[in-house]
């Protein structure tokens, strides 16, 4: 059941502002992180935030919002279209008199929208991914254009997120504003990156290549299994360090027990805060065939570690190939051990690209840029 929490009113741009996030869930992922992001980013400034989960689940980032006095709601969304879920969502706007209503991937912005129409509140959307392959269907041809002319606000989290709008969903070009996902930086802490490579039996001057991921066919680590073994062979004093879990997992640990790979491979499984497992990488890897923004990329790339990653979605926007990493084209693991060789093999050329992509995280990818650019989008 939706609580009736409303909290206090807040004052913003000179007037009172409240924004309910409608979302899947709060579990672990980039889209969750950017919620809690505007959320915590914007009570500074006097914003008030709720959110409401669909699918019935609140998940850890929202049972962490809730303990710090942020409202989260649940509704058990059912199968096909659910039109009472409709009627709870306008509940929630109109009890808590809301002023937007930010609706984060497609299906909650169907139902935020049909639950925000005749209220005060005004809609935004922000598209954060796309699925692997991406798909035409025609009732988008039909249904978008309206609701995109009716939302305020249209974002997507990428230029290559903004094509696909175009293209897969029919909406406008010139409807839809960009705004990159943004992180609060990480800070490295020697002495705990020390104790991780311990722990995982690492030796301290050991070359570390890894990656922080959901393992998903979607990320395609069995590939970079693959260009590790090639990389390996070269350098055996090196290691690949898999932190995460996912449906994937089993399948990745036997690729690489075939490819004789599994005494430099290490897989942690879930870690719920990866900082330093992270810290304890020399180059972080994202072997996608797509992605959006990459949060862990980010993360990578606020700790000062240069990348090597595939060229889809909105990784280009995100790497400058040469500058502060290096890109490859999909599925090539000969050019994703070629790319790990070049870094190994030159640490001055490998120093600089990570100072570049600090330099480039600050400047562009902050959590501070982003909550700047969505409270503008609020007041407006």
Same mark, same amino acid.
């Given at each position: 059941?939706?609580? /009736?929490?409303?909290?206090?009113?807040?004052?913003?741009?000179?007037? %009172?502002?409240?924004?309910?996030?409608?979302?899947?869930?709060?579990?672990?992922?980039?889209?969750?992180?950017?919620?809690?992001?505007?959320?915590?980013?914007?009570?500074?400034?006097?914003?008030?935030s709720?959110?409401?989960?669909?699918?019935?689940?609140?998940?850890?980032?929202?049972?962490?919002?809730?303990?710090?006095?942020?409202?989260?709601?649940?509704?058990?969304?059912?199968?096909?279209?659910?039109? %009472?879920?409709?009627?709870?969502?306008?509940?929630?706007?109109?009890?808590?008199?809301?002023?937007?209503?930010?609706?984060?991937?497609?299906?909650?912005w169907?139902?935020?929208?049909?639950?925000?129409?005749?209220t005060?509140?005004?809609?935004?959307?922000?598209?954060?991914?796309?699925?692997?392959?991406?798909?035409?269907?025609?009732?988008a041809? *039909?249904?978008?254009?309206?609701?995109?002319?009716?939302?305020p606000?249209?974002?997507?989290?990428?230029?290559?997120?903004?094509?696909?709008?175009?293209?897969?969903?029919?909406?406008?070009?010139?409807?839809?504003?960009?705004?990159?996902?943004?992180?609060?930086?990480?800070?490295?802490?020697?002495?705990?990156?020390?104790?991780?490579?311990?722990?995982?039996?690492?030796p301290?001057?050991?070359?570390?290549?890894?990656?922080?991921?959901?393992?998903?066919?979607v990320?395609?680590?069995?590939?970079? *299994?693959?260009?590790?073994?090639?990389?390996?062979?070269?350098?055996?004093?090196?290691?690949? *360090?898999?932190?995460?879990?996912?449906?994937?997992?089993?399948?990745?640990?036997a690729?690489?027990?075939?490819?004789?790979? /599994?005494?430099?491979?290490?897989?942690?499984?879930?870690?719920?805060?990866?900082?330093?497992?992270?810290?304890?990488?020399?180059?972080?890897?994202? &072997? %996608?065939?797509?992605?959006?923004?990459?949060?862990?990329?980010?993360?990578?790339?606020?700790?000062?570690?240069?990348s090597?990653?595939?060229?889809?979605?909105?990784?280009?926007?995100?790497?400058?190939?040469?500058?502060?990493?290096?890109?490859?084209?999909? /599925?090539?693991? &000969?050019?994703?051990?070629?790319?790990?060789?070049?870094?190994?093999?030159?640490?001055?050329?490998?120093?600089?690209?990570g100072?570049?992509?600090?330099?480039?995280?600050?400047?562009?990818?902050?959590?501070?840029?982003?909550?700047? *650019?969505?409270?503008?989008?609020?007041?407006?």
């Amino acid at each position: 059941m939706i609580g /009736d929490k409303s909290g206090k009113v807040s004052q913003h741009l000179g007037k %009172s502002l409240k924004v309910l996030h409608v979302t899947f869930n709060m579990g672990i992922g980039g889209t969750e992180q950017v919620i809690r992001q505007l959320v915590q980013g914007m009570a500074s400034d006097g914003v008030e935030s709720e959110i409401l989960c669909i699918d019935g689940q609140i998940g850890p980032i929202g049972e962490a919002l809730e303990k710090s006095g942020t409202p989260v709601h649940k509704v058990a969304r059912k199968q096909g279209f659910d039109r %009472s879920l409709i009627t709870a969502i306008r509940k929630r706007v109109k009890e808590g008199q809301f002023d937007v209503v930010h609706c984060h991937q497609y299906t909650p912005w169907i139902y935020g929208w049909l639950a925000a129409l005749g209220t005060q509140a005004k809609v935004v959307f922000t598209e954060h991914g796309r699925f692997y392959p991406d798909r035409y269907r025609y009732k988008a041809m *039909l249904v978008n254009p309206l609701m995109a002319l009716l939302t305020p606000a249209v974002v997507a989290i990428s230029n290559a997120t903004k094509d696909a709008l175009v293209t897969y969903e029919f909406i406008p070009r010139k409807k839809i504003q960009v705004v990159y996902n943004g992180i609060s930086p990480l800070k490295r802490d020697d002495l705990e990156v020390q104790k991780v490579r311990e722990s995982l039996r690492i030796p301290q001057d050991a070359f570390v290549v890894g990656t922080v991921s959901r393992l998903d066919p979607v990320k395609n680590q069995s590939m970079m *299994l693959r260009a590790f073994k090639e990389f390996n062979e070269k350098y055996p004093d090196s290691y690949l *360090l898999m932190v995460g879990d996912g449906p994937d997992k089993e399948k990745l640990v036997a690729l690489a027990k075939e490819l004789g790979i /599994d005494e430099r491979t290490v897989f942690t499984g879930f870690i719920n805060n990866p900082v330093h497992y992270l810290s304890a990488m020399d180059v972080f890897l994202l &072997s %996608s065939h797509t992605e959006g923004t990459s949060m862990t990329l980010l993360e990578a790339m606020s700790l000062g570690i240069p990348s090597v990653a595939t060229r889809v979605g909105g990784n280009p926007e995100i790497v400058n190939h040469g500058i502060t990493g290096i890109l490859t084209e999909p /599925d090539q693991s &000969s050019a994703f051990s070629t790319a790990m060789n070049k870094l190994y093999q030159d640490p001055v050329f490998r120093k600089l690209q990570g100072k570049a992509a600090q330099k480039r995280f600050f400047e562009k990818f902050s959590s501070e840029v982003m909550v700047c *650019l969505y409270r503008k989008i609020y007041g407006e």
